[in-house]
């Protein structure tokens, strides 16, 4: 697969605040990349210069092979979703959609064309006539999409798509975002700040820190071997207890922050086989499993478990850490468990 | 049974709706009851339709009807055509400093206005002798230019505050979609303030529909009145000299434009109030899709200013002149001695009338302060009266000013307050409060609703909760709003012209008379005797306050000031 999308030493500075500064980033094509990180993380700095709503103070963006960083936004081959969808109030479903289409030399014939095929891809069929005050969030969702795929971008740029939606529309839209893409074979890139929507979506995620790419990868990397203490909280699901807190457990010392994540501990009344005692002050029942949280040494653990098994709140239990699975972190860098691993061993 | 919170919240408007049926409702009856009264041969008082009759035969009506129409369409027309780029080039450039000076001749009185023009237009000592030596004031286009160069930037800012408020989104996806220059504007922006755009066109209507100081300050010193009067001014002037028989007529030109005024208020109220449809087609696909280069649209910009700016350096130059170079032919540009005669002239011959108008001001301000500001809050925030309080508000603002003149005498006669400053202070709010309280209702309708919410848990009443939080929040909407009430005032023409009668006489003890600046301004030009230097540097000290306002209120301007779509 050959890459549509690069950036390269991009660096973005509003005032003295620096919003982006990246080495190098890549999508292949037909990737669905999530770029991911809290606000002010320069996700949203990164999707705007990719759009040319936004230029870098340096560095350059490649769009299928072609050097794009001085061209304005409408010769880029990209379609962008705003996160508010942006739509024109004053215009209707077809004139919002058939928008870009009109700067062209297109006939209308093709753009009525197009824009009715587009109505089919999104499900609006009928809708063309309304404005976009009298559709849900979701139909107007579908229009932004629409407006923005009319031009058969090569890349469909999505700022925070889904954020304005109830929960609900959320998850059914997140589906389709997907088999759009699939069914148009396009790279997109989809930027948000909700670790489950990222995962659930991502071929690639793309985890940002304070201007900073933190970790890029697929899901499963990115959730199991997670290079830092920042990506591996804000991914979520994870315990993080101080060393200090921790008794022996014969891992190597010199870490001062074990994490680990809720589904590799267990929690039992058994208390003889652990040093680790903890009290349950609170359980979560899910519907398929429980949400135990648990204090211990003055911090909270929580614990997925699928059965109480006879555990209460107020219960004084045992926990147990599965040592093979903990994660360990110095300075905020993810290190191996045992020493020997990366040193070599010597004996 | 009515809620305490509803009760205390009609209390508030209560005031402004008084004053409002007393001062604005009863003269308007009270014209159509003099409309039916003429006199005999004999001098007895009959009642009929006389007026109705001989008004229509009036000398020269033809042509001020003619008049009238002309300023009630050009006027507004030619405003709106050169608002929308100016008020595009303004947006474009995006220099904060501009807009101040663009605004400035709509913020400044009418008659001083007037007089620049006037200056600069005469034919042998103006600036008009270097163009052509014509006596434009014997076409009634002169007033059309003196019109739009007062009026063109308030309609620049109505349209500029629609086009400023259009959410950056909307410009960042047509920047997606490609659309730029005309196509964007036509296609995007103009749809997107059509509420601004409709707005300012019936403001410009009024506007142009009751011309009055241009009229008086130029026929003044006219050879031929009739070729610039209208009806507004007509029904002064028949007024003034017509004894019995002019104020019949005069009450019947006045009925008259109430009732044009008020078709053209529904159509202003409505506009204002309705809630704001949009519809645009994809039908400009023939205009040019490209960025104007921004030099070009600096290009644009000066030959504005050049306009809006020119009478303002005329009127500075001539002030700063002596007597002997302001009469010069051929007219000298730059004065070879700068001399300070004229504002010391100005400022001990026109001490009386500046006392009289900065105490008149005040007292506009503050009573319309006291009136105005608690039913502003009460019927934005309470919705006191539905829409049909604010809808009385908006028809009082499209009346024009010269028809309440006669009842106004008549009830300032009954109370012995003829000629004297409470006189016009307890009048004038009947032009200043209506946009006082519009700015206002607009004001607090984007304040924060949880402050009142706050101290109403905290157990204030409606009027606790406004005179102990809310007024103390809003100084930077009241003392801007308050500022423009005080220009309105300053700038205060006909009201002056028809309730007083002689200057302050300087005795604070036992005040009387109470001519204003604008009259000592105004009222001088076409007199023999009147001393050009004086009378110029008067002009440019009645600059002031409105120079003050722009200044103070140059952050915010745009958003008071933002027409149309505010409500539901």
Request: a neutral charge.
């Amino acid at each position: 697969m050959s890459s549509q999308f690069e950036m390269h030493n991009i660096r973005k500075s509003f005032g003295k605040f620096l919003a982006l500064s990246l080495e190098s980033l890549q999508f292949d094509q037909k990737t669905y990349a999530v770029v991911l990180g809290p606000s002010g993380s320069g996700k949203t700095t990164l999707l705007r210069i990719a759009a040319g709503l936004e230029t870098p103070d340096h560095g350059s963006v490649i769009i299928s092979g072609q050097d794009v960083t001085s061209l304005p936004s409408w010769k880029r081959r990209v379609g962008l979703v705003f996160q508010n969808y942006a739509l024109y109030p004053h215009l209707t479903v077809y004139e919002n959609i058939a928008m870009p289409l009109t700067v062209g030399r297109y006939t209308n014939e093709y753009i009525g064309e197009r824009v009715h095929e587009l109505l089919g891809v999104m499900e609006l069929e009928g809708q063309e006539k309304k404005y976009p005050k009298q559709l849900s969030g979701g139909q107007q969702q579908r229009v932004a999409l629409a407006r923005a795929l009319i031009k058969k971008p090569d890349i469909l740029l999505m700022d925070e798509p889904l954020s304005n939606l109830d929960a609900r529309v959320r998850i059914d839209l997140r589906d389709y975002l997907k088999e759009t893409q699939r069914k148009l074979g396009i790279t997109a890139i989809h930027v948000t700040h909700d670790q489950e929507e990222a995962m659930a979506l991502g071929d690639q995620i793309v985890i940002l820190n304070k201007a900073h790419i933190v970790q890029s990868g697929t899901p499963t990397e990115i959730y199991s071997k997670p290079q830092t203490l920042f990506a591996a909280s804000f991914l979520g699901g994870i315990n993080l207890i101080s060393s200090e807190l921790l008794p022996d457990l014969g891992l190597r010392k010199d870490f001062d922050a074990l994490g680990i994540r809720i589904q590799d501990i267990t929690l039992s009344i058994d208390k003889e086989s652990t040093e680790m005692i903890g009290k349950v002050v609170n359980i979560q029942y899910l519907g398929y499993q429980y949400i135990v949280t648990t204090e211990f040494a003055g911090t909270r653990l929580r614990v997925r478990m699928d059965s109480l098994n006879g555990i209460s709140e107020e219960t004084e239990v045992g926990i147990y850490l599965d040592t093979t699975k903990v994660m360990l972190f110095r300075d905020g860098n993810r290190i191996p468990i045992e020493e020997e691993e990366r040193l070599g061993n010597p004996a | 049974m009515r809620s305490p919170t509803k009760r205390q919240a009609t209390i508030l408007v209560l005031p402004a709706l008084i004053y409002l049926i007393i001062f604005a409702i009863y003269p308007m009856i009270q014209n159509f009851i003099l409309t039916f009264q003429s006199q005999s041969v004999t001098g007895s008082i009959v009642w009929g339709l006389n007026n109705y009759i001989n008004a229509f035969k009036i000398f020269g009506i033809s042509q001020v009807f003619y008049n009238t129409f002309l300023y009630t369409l050009a006027v507004p027309l030619i405003d709106i055509l050169l608002a929308i780029p100016l008020a595009t080039f303004l947006k474009k450039l995006n220099k904060p400093y501009l807009l101040p000076i663009v605004l400035l001749s709509s913020f400044i009185p009418l008659v001083t206005g007037a007089v620049m023009w006037v200056f600069m237009l005469n034919p042998i000592t103006g600036f008009m002798y270097f163009i052509a030596k014509v006596d434009l004031f014997t076409s009634p286009w002169s007033i059309v230019i003196i019109d739009v160069w007062t009026s063109l930037p308030l309609a620049t800012l109505i349209i500029y505050s629609g086009l400023k408020a259009i959410p950056p989104h909307i410009d960042e996806a047509s920047q997606m979609d490609g659309l730029a220059g005309m196509r964007k504007l036509f296609q995007i922006d103009l749809p997107y303030i059509k509420a601004s755009l409709l707005s300012a066109t019936v403001l410009m209507v009024i506007y142009g529909s009751f011309t009055f100081d241009p009229i008086y300050v130029a026929s003044s010193s006219s050879t031929s009145p009739f070729a610039i009067m209208d009806i507004s001014y007509l029904s002064y002037n028949l007024y003034e000299t017509g004894g019995l028989v002019g104020r019949g007529q005069a009450a019947v030109l006045m009925t008259l434009m109430t009732v044009v005024s008020t078709v053209i208020a529904l159509l202003f109220v409505r506009l204002s109030l309705r809630e704001t449809t949009r519809s645009g087609r994809l039908r400009f696909k023939f205009m040019p899709n490209r960025e104007m280069p921004t030099k070009i649209a600096w290009f644009f910009v000066l030959l504005y200013l050049v306009f809006l700016l020119l009478p303002f350096s005329w009127l500075l130059l001539e002030s700063f002149k002596t007597t002997a170079e302001i009469i010069a032919i051929p007219p000298v540009i730059f004065p070879s001695i700068v001399t300070f005669a004229g504002y010391f002239m100005s400022v001990t011959v026109g001490q009386p009338y500046f006392i009289s108008s900065i105490i008149v001001s005040l007292g506009t301000s503050l009573l319309v302060f006291f009136i105005g500001a608690p039913a502003a809050y009460s019927i934005s925030r309470h919705k006191t009266g539905g829409l049909k309080f604010i809808a009385l508000i908006l028809f009082v603002y499209s009346l024009p000013t010269v028809i309440f003149m006669i009842p106004m005498i008549e009830i300032l006669k009954s109370v012995s307050l003829l000629n004297s400053w409470w006189g016009l202070i307890i009048t004038y709010p009947v032009f200043v409060m209506p946009i006082t309280i519009w700015m206002l209702f607009n004001f607090y309708s984007t304040f924060p609703k949880h402050l009142d919410e706050a101290a109403n848990i905290d157990g204030m009443s409606v009027f606790g909760s406004f005179y102990r939080v809310i007024l103390r929040l809003s100084g930077d909407g009241i003392s801007v709003t308050l500022l423009y009430a005080f220009i309105i005032a300053w700038g205060a023409l006909i009201f002056p012209l028809a309730l007083s009668y002689t200057p302050f006489n300087m005795n604070f003890l036992l005040p009387g008379g109470a001519q204003t600046i604008t009259i000592f301004i105004g009222g001088t030009i076409g007199h023999e005797a009147f001393n050009y230097g004086e009378l110029s540097a008067a002009s440019v000290i009645s600059l002031i306050p409105s120079i003050l306002l722009i200044y103070f209120a140059r952050k915010r301007i745009d958003k008071l000031w933002r027409v149309g779509g505010t409500v539901g």
